[in-house]
């Protein structure tokens, strides 16, 4: 049997990288897929392909995920193609620029955390109605290694990342009694668009590398793979977790 056979998914962000993997991964698992993201052509070259090889599985939406009444529409159109939500793949985010604290404006800080951490909360507050409805659910919040141990210059994404992880723990707390289980993914360096800018340069890509115990990139499939674990009833008594995909990096000295 499919390990998500009839369960109905929103993954956000998913017209690339992580999130087109994550949708590709749950379509083949046997779910139903509320595709969205703002790339609208990107997107649907995604569902398009899913839809081909899986049948009418997929729907895709144009999604700001900072944007409240965008939740309450996509909610709503989820509910009435699939019939009901049981999975919700936080999975869209922005780095933002690489500045110092003090070259940070406020515009820059809020652009980030309103897609990082806004959405995320957002999402979480729209589903669980539909979620409890079905007397569970569970929602996986795509965070980052810099929501841990923060990264460098990219302050605001830090923080961003650092919130979904809190918001992951005071959620699964608050979401278990309605058996809706509540994880964070920790992603370190994964080839994606996100990072293309750092991996399009040789000398920056080996350095990438050589920073990683396990020597080379992550995979988009990589995380896939856990979001599909945690999304399913594998998972059933995990709750409140946060999951580290990083070769290893954070555990080098």
């Given at each position: 049997?499919?390990?998500?056979?009839?369960k109905?998914?929103?993954?956000?962000?998913?017209?690339?990288?992580?999130?087109?993997e994550?949708?590709?991964?749950?379509?083949?698992?046997?779910?139903?897929?509320?595709?969205?993201?703002?790339?609208?052509?990107?997107l649907?070259?995604?569902?398009?392909?899913?839809n081909?090889?899986?049948?009418?599985?997929?729907?895709a939406?144009?999604?700001?995920?900072?944007?409240?009444?965008?939740?309450?529409?996509?909610?709503?159109?989820?509910?009435?193609?699939?019939?009901?939500?049981?999975?919700?793949?936080?999975?869209?985010?922005?780095?933002g620029?690489?500045?110092t604290?003090?070259?940070?404006?406020?515009?820059?800080?809020?652009?980030?955390?309103?897609?990082?951490?806004?959405?995320?909360?957002?999402?979480?507050?729209?589903?669980?109605?539909?979620?409890?409805?079905?007397?569970?659910?569970?929602?996986?919040?795509?965070?980052?290694?810099?929501?841990?141990?923060?990264?460098?210059?990219?302050?605001?994404?830090?923080?961003?990342?650092g919130?979904?992880?809190?918001?992951?723990?005071?959620?699964?707390?608050?979401?278990?009694?309605?058996?809706?289980?509540?994880?964070?993914?920790?992603?370190?360096?994964?080839?994606?668009?996100?990072?293309?800018?750092?991996?399009?340069?040789?000398?920056?890509?080996?350095?990438?590398?050589?920073?990683?115990?396990?020597?080379?990139?992550?995979?988009?499939?990589?995380?896939?793979?856990?979001?599909?674990f945690?999304?399913?009833?594998?998972?059933?008594?995990?709750?409140?977790?946060?999951?580290?995909?990083?070769?290893?990096?954070?555990?080098?000295?």
């Open positions: 049997m499919s390990r998500l056979e009839g109905v998914a929103i993954i956000t962000g998913a017209a690339s990288g992580q999130g087109a994550e949708a590709r991964f749950f379509a083949r698992e046997g779910a139903k897929v509320i595709a969205t993201d703002m790339q609208v052509e990107l649907n070259q995604v569902v398009n392909s899913i081909e090889q899986f049948g009418d599985v997929a729907l939406l144009k999604h700001d995920v900072a944007n409240e009444q965008d939740w309450i529409d996509i909610v709503k159109a989820g509910v009435e193609k699939f019939g009901k939500i049981d999975i919700l793949v936080n999975n869209a985010g922005v780095a620029k690489i500045h604290l003090q070259d940070i404006t406020v515009d820059e800080w809020n652009f980030v955390m309103n897609i990082n951490a806004l959405g995320n909360f957002l999402g979480i507050k729209h589903v669980v109605p539909e979620m409890k409805k079905n007397n569970g659910g569970s929602i996986v919040n795509i965070s980052s290694l810099a929501g841990i141990n923060g990264f460098g210059q990219l302050t605001p994404y830090a923080a961003s990342k919130a979904n992880r809190i918001l992951t723990k005071g959620a699964a707390n608050q979401l278990g009694p309605d058996n809706i289980r509540v994880n964070s993914v920790h992603p370190g360096f994964i080839e994606t668009p996100m990072i293309q800018e750092y991996t399009s340069n040789e000398d920056a890509r080996n350095y990438l590398i050589s920073s990683i115990p396990l020597r080379t990139l992550g995979q988009p499939s990589d995380v896939a793979n856990v979001v599909l945690l999304a399913s009833d594998e998972a059933r008594f995990v709750t409140g977790e946060e999951f580290i995909i990083d070769g290893g990096q954070s555990i080098k000295e």
